[in-house]
């Protein structure tokens, strides 16, 4: 249930819409693939996806319509350089984003994380930073820009408590969202309808300065 409000939240923030401040076309409604087709597409991905990522500190989890790898930061990027990714990292990172360059039917989205130490606005900044390392390696191996999206969310979206170091630790982190265009596209279209503040606060989420949700800034 997390992971679909987390995807719900991270997809309002990147629609133009979400802000409020401008009116726009009401768009199509797009159907979800049926969860025949959807459960066909995880068997097929997971164990290819747990492959690229083999040996890797990286973590793959299976979630109800999309495939979620997490990249902790600690041991990914380096400690004196925090937008710089390590050596190490590049190989499972370039795997993945050679799998997904010859499937045009994949959608990506790259979040990244922060603990809640400092101010929020440098945690988003850092977090944003973070999550376009990632993304600079997939275009690198020809993934095109209208399949990834990018979003740094500071400390919105813990998944440990913050008041010990390991639980800060495992907030900070970078998240590759992995599902089919055909359900990318389709929750896209549901958070686009036409009341999005009512939508986030659906998923427990506050609105963002509109500037802060434009993929790649």
């Not at 597409?41 to 890797?56: F, G, T």
């Not at 990506?108 to 999550?131: K, M, P, T």
């Amino acid at each position: 249930m997390f992971a679909n409000k987390s995807l719900a939240f991270v997809l309002c923030l990147l629609l133009a819409g979400c802000a409020g401040t401008e009116k726009s076309k009401k768009p199509l409604a797009v159907a979800m693939p049926s969860p025949k087709v959807t459960k066909a597409w995880l068997d097929d991905y997971e164990p290819r996806v747990r492959e690229a990522i083999k040996d890797s500190h990286f973590e793959l989890e299976r979630r109800e319509n999309l495939l979620v790898v997490t990249a902790p930061v600690q041991g990914t990027f380096n400690p004196d350089r925090p937008f710089m990714l390590l050596p190490v990292t590049l190989g499972p990172i370039s795997r993945v984003a050679k799998l997904l360059e010859s499937d045009n039917d994949i959608g990506v989205l790259v979040i990244g994380h922060a603990d809640s130490s400092g101010a929020a606005a440098a945690n988003r900044e850092l977090s944003h930073e973070r999550a376009r390392a990632f993304t600079a390696i997939f275009r690198l191996s020809g993934l095109k820009q209208n399949r990834l999206m990018v979003k740094g969310m500071g400390s919105d979206m813990p998944r440990a408590a913050n008041d010990s170091v390991e639980g800060r630790a495992l907030n900070r982190r970078v998240e590759i969202l992995l599902t089919s265009k055909d359900t990318m596209q389709a929750l896209v279209a549901k958070y686009s309808q036409p009341a999005p503040a009512a939508a986030l606060v659906a998923v427990g989420g506050k609105p963002q300065d509109s500037a802060d949700a434009v993929p790649g800034k």
